[in-house]
């Protein structure tokens, strides 16, 4: 049965979470516990777990006798993954993706520099195992397949960073990367040289050339920026 209960909070989660985000409930919006019972044909104690999730992510504040109240966008946690997510899914994905790649571009080639000081033997490794599984899986359209290689490669590097701020960063930048996958805002093989870059950023990382591995990571963000004006205008 509790398996059943978090798997049908779950799905009430993935519907009304979205929903807010997409701003289908306005700031200031009340929803009652017990209508959304209804709506969902679930138990209020299956509702008040996804409020609960809801309200560590600043979407909704939960008050006795108002109900549950949708925060301001200002308020949001919006560097939760699953509110990136939610809101890469709505109209407003353009303009979401643009955000998030502005973040990129400033936090990832500091990051950069700093894992050419910093980066261990093993995180070395890792950076140029996933760059040549880039490289690998880039032709032919495999998408999903460069994804996996893309996403571990930006993980390595914000960790290999040695700054704890920049490695929280690791399941934004992994999200990011997933919407712009799913959302088809890639074209059908990545851009040749966005994939030599990054084989580029690994050995410079490797190399322990701090100022080549930050000019390298940012033409990578600004090629990804480059890319959004194309595909997602």
Not at 55 to 77: A, D, F, I, Q, Y
Not at 136 to 157: I, M, P
Request: aromatic content about 4%; glycine content about 6%; overall charge negative.
């Amino acid at each position: 049965m509790e398996n059943q209960g978090q798997g049908l909070h779950a799905k009430v989660l993935e519907s009304l979470g979205p929903e807010i985000a997409a701003g289908d409930h306005a700031p200031g919006t009340v929803l009652r516990t017990d209508e959304l019972a209804q709506r969902f044909d679930v138990s209020r104690t299956v509702i008040r777990e996804a409020v609960r999730v809801l309200e560590s992510m600043h979407l909704v504040e939960s008050r006795r006798r108002v109900g549950v109240t949708v925060r301001p966008t200002e308020e949001w946690n919006v560097f939760d993954p699953r509110v990136i997510r939610w809101r890469l899914a709505g109209a407003d994905r353009p303009r979401q993706l643009r955000s998030l790649t502005v973040l990129r571009c400033a936090i990832e080639p500091a990051a950069a520099g700093l894992a050419a000081r910093h980066a261990t033997p093993g995180q070395c490794a890792a950076l140029t195992e996933h760059a040549m599984g880039m490289v690998a899986t880039s032709r032919g359209q495999q998408l999903e397949a460069y994804l996996v290689h893309d996403t571990a490669f930006h993980k390595t590097l914000l960790t290999a960073s040695g700054n704890e701020m920049f490695a929280r960063l690791n399941d934004v930048v992994a999200a990011i990367l997933t919407g712009r996958t799913h959302h088809h805002v890639m074209f059908t093989d990545p851009d040749p040289a966005a994939v030599t870059l990054h084989v580029q950023v690994a050995e410079a990382v490797r190399t322990g050339d701090a100022a080549r591995a930050e000019e390298l990571t940012r033409e990578i963000t600004v090629g990804a920026m480059a890319e959004l004006d194309i595909l997602a205008p």
